[in-house]
């Protein structure tokens, strides 16, 4: 019988370790849907850029107020949950509070008092976030994007913060021997007298310790289904960032080659390929769905954050046009969802849904609206390029449909008839000269 706890506490490990290790497969499998794209070059400045925006959250503190608190939280979820392994052996060797049998007095009641300290510090910043959220009601939080299930996460993920904080102090307030060390008990030496003396102080602390515990075990599996799962994916994402200068955009071999023939008037256009030359024309041009995108743009999608930087500083956005950054990255990850759905459920084929990523998810205004400035990509705090995204799916509507907008059916016309965009006829090129 003494043994029960132990083996309960083992089998709530192993599922919710188990449920999470399914769900990370099913995140990678959705990721790697994407084409590959090699961002291996210049691991220098990849390692610096992890450190410096992921972990050191240098774009987070742009924004001084929002940064500063996300950074209390951040800290806090890091450092507390050290005290998680701590949790785990007890747990599973009967223990009780097995650092203090390992570490000397002074240094165990260091470490909890700082993670008392920074408990409350996370309480105090969540209850802001709270209140920034539904009563101050920002403004880049009441987006049509963000109605529904995405304002919904926003709070759930501050209400577990606040149990599992509580729950903490709680447990610490109510172990009686924890309290008679009188060394780390910062914050719960002052609250200890709300639940006053006997015996039932022991299954009050047993009782938060196991839910604590449960709490950190469903919020590591509620992550993948939350905007939170960029905790997990900001370092990945911001080492695999695209380093060229922004702005610059990838010219397309086969259109490149295109160009090319057309420019050497000795070129033979019927000619076998060179070695080392793809054979027949492309694929497609573009994209259209999220099976045409990149991997590492699948990969920005799962790690929006849905902070709404990147559209509070779009200029389309700001004029009122439909386009919305942050909407383009959480359409993304949702259509990309609900094919990894379709994949489940016809053991691993996907099968046509008769949908598509353009149309049924972005409309084509909101991809033409974008002026391609990069301030999205500026603005976001982990390195997410929305950009690239919509530029592909431009290029599938100009190169696959014959989609663009009139203004641009024209200037391109004028381009391939007249080598400018003006509908001027090249050989009146200098006849300005001849006015004065």
């Not at 043994?3 to 370790?17: D, E, K, R, T």
């Amino acid at each position: 019988m003494e043994y029960i706890p132990n083996i309960l506490f083992a089998i709530l490990l192993i599922a919710g370790v188990g449920y999470f290790t399914k769900n990370v497969r099913k995140l990678t499998r959705n990721i790697n849907l994407g084409k590959d794209v090699d961002r291996s070059d210049n691991k220098s400045e990849r390692w610096k850029n992890m450190a410096m925006i992921a972990l050191g959250q240098s774009k987070m503190v742009r924004r001084p107020i929002a940064g500063f608190l996300h950074v209390i939280v951040y800290v806090g979820f890091v450092i507390i949950n050290i005290e998680v392994l701590e949790i785990i052996i007890d747990g599973l060797f009967g223990t009780h509070r097995i650092f203090t049998k390992v570490l000397p007095d002074s240094v165990y009641g260091f470490l909890i008092g700082t993670f008392e300290i920074l408990a409350v510090l996370v309480l105090i910043t969540v209850i802001i976030f709270w209140l920034r959220r539904n009563v101050i009601k920002l403004k880049r939080f009441l987006s049509a994007e963000m109605k529904g299930w995405p304002k919904s996460d926003g709070n759930i993920i501050l209400y577990f913060e606040v149990v599992l904080m509580t729950l903490f102090l709680i447990m610490n307030a109510t172990d009686v021997q924890f309290q008679d060390m009188n060394s780390g008990n910062i914050i719960s030496k002052h609250i200890a007298g709300w639940f006053g003396s006997g015996d039932h102080l022991h299954t009050i602390e047993r009782a938060a310790w196991w839910l604590h515990i449960a709490g950190i075990l469903v919020f590591l599996n509620y992550l993948y289904y939350s905007k939170h799962l960029h905790i997990l994916l900001a370092f990945p994402n911001t080492w695999y960032a695209n380093l060229k200068p922004k702005g610059e955009f990838k010219n397309d071999a086969n259109v490149t080659k295109e160009v090319m023939l057309m420019m050497d008037p000795n070129a033979d256009p019927f000619a076998a390929p060179a070695e080392g030359e793809d054979e027949g024309e492309p694929e497609k041009f573009g994209a259209s769905d999220v099976q045409d995108l990149n991997w590492v743009q699948l990969m920005n999608a799962y790690t929006c954050t849905e902070c709404g930087r990147c559209t509070s500083e779009c200029p389309a956005n700001q004029t009122g046009k439909k386009l919305s950054p942050r909407k383009i990255m959480m359409d993304t990850r949702d259509r990309l969802e609900e094919v990894g759905k379709n994949i489940d459920a016809n053991k691993g084929t996907f099968v046509d849904d008769g949908k598509a990523l353009l149309n049924d998810y972005i409309t084509p205004e909101e991809l033409w609206a974008c002026t391609s400035c990069n301030a999205c990509v500026e603005a976001c705090p982990v390195n997410i390029d929305p950009l690239s995204i919509i530029m592909e799916m431009r290029k599938y509507l100009v190169m696959e449909q014959s989609a663009a907008p009139s203004e641009l059916n024209v200037m391109m016309g004028n381009i391939e008839n007249n080598g400018a965009p003006w509908p001027y006829n090249q050989m009146d090129r200098l006849n300005w000269k001849d006015e004065n």
